[in-house]
């Protein structure tokens, strides 16, 4: 049986449809259920537990062989995530699939790749099987953090400079997921998921503008006014304040990285960038 956690967000529910258009049954472990009302069936289990309370989350455990450790980004983010281990271990489960991110390192400057890198060393010291997933950036954030500057104001305003990033489609990302969860041969393995390309801002613009029939450009900002884009976006002050940190990792060339992870597990190509802004054109149109 599966395990699921962040079942709420743009991956989890991804992870979840995919399972369940392939016949997997799967128990999912939320902060409140209703919010999954939408996948409630035989196929699936939804159970209230809080990663801050260890007690909570025996339930969700019970007769689990796998579980997707997909970890709310948050200052305790690494606590969190050592109880879901330590309770797992407990209740016999043997194989823990960690979402995580390119670069993470228990030394990163940056806090989100700070948590992922202590999470993972816990991980892999507990005797667990384990596989680590490390996505790049999502190319679902020109949808939601950056999708109305673009769509408004015909610009696309980040602090990367000339840096390359190989943005990876999330849909490409839950495919991938969904094949480790039901596979075997993914034991203590660690996968980069990137996109197939490597690309930077002003090229991203030439390919919104030929996209949406309209000149988009690139606008370089500092790092404290994307933070505040992002606040504005609806962003809590906490987490942009990480974004802004993971960011000039970004632009020091850390998420220039192309790997064929993704096809290489599911047999197929990753989404190109073109085809992300065709699938999200009537979006990025829309007045």
């Excluded at 902060?31 to 801050?52: E, F, I």
């Excluded at 816990?122 to 005797?127: C, M, P, R, T, V």
């Excluded at 942009?240 to 064929?260: I, M």
Aim: proline fraction near 3%; include cysteine.
């Amino acid at each position: 049986m599966i395990l699921l956690t962040g079942l709420t967000g743009t991956t989890g529910r991804r992870v979840a449809k995919r399972l369940l258009k392939s016949g997997h049954s799967f128990t999912a472990l939320l902060g409140d259920v209703d919010k999954a009302a939408d996948l409630k069936s035989k196929k699936v289990t939804l159970v209230k537990g809080d990663l801050s309370k260890p007690d909570s989350i025996k339930k969700a455990m019970d007769g689990i062989e796998i579980a997707f450790l997909l970890p709310p980004g948050t200052e305790n983010q690494y606590k969190l995530e050592k109880n879901f281990i330590d309770a797992a271990k407990k209740a016999g489960v043997k194989h823990i699939v960690k979402y995580s991110a390119i670069g993470a390192d228990p030394k990163s400057p940056s806090t989100i790749l700070k948590y992922h890198g202590q999470s993972e060393e816990y991980l892999k010291d507990s005797g667990l099987r384990y596989t680590l997933i490390r996505p790049n950036l999502f190319m679902q954030n020109f949808v939601n953090f950056y999708g109305q500057d673009i769509r408004k104001k015909k610009q696309l305003k980040l602090p990367l400079k000339n840096a390359k990033c190989a943005y990876v489609d999330v849909r490409d990302t839950a495919r991938l997921i969904k094949k480790v969860l039901t596979s075997n041969g993914n034991k203590n393995k660690t996968y980069l998921v990137t996109g197939p390309e490597s690309l930077s801002c002003l090229e991203l613009t030439e390919l919104f503008s030929d996209a949406m029939g309209k000149k988009i450009n690139y606008v370089e900002i500092k790092p404290k006014e994307f933070k505040k884009d992002m606040m504005d976006a609806g962003v809590k002050e906490s987490v942009a304040e990480a974004y802004s940190e993971l960011y000039k990792l970004v632009r020091d060339g850390l998420y220039d990285q192309v790997t064929d992870d993704i096809y290489k597990l599911t047999d197929r190509q990753p989404h190109t960038f073109e085809e992300f802004l065709d699938d999200n054109i009537k979006f990025f149109l829309k007045r």
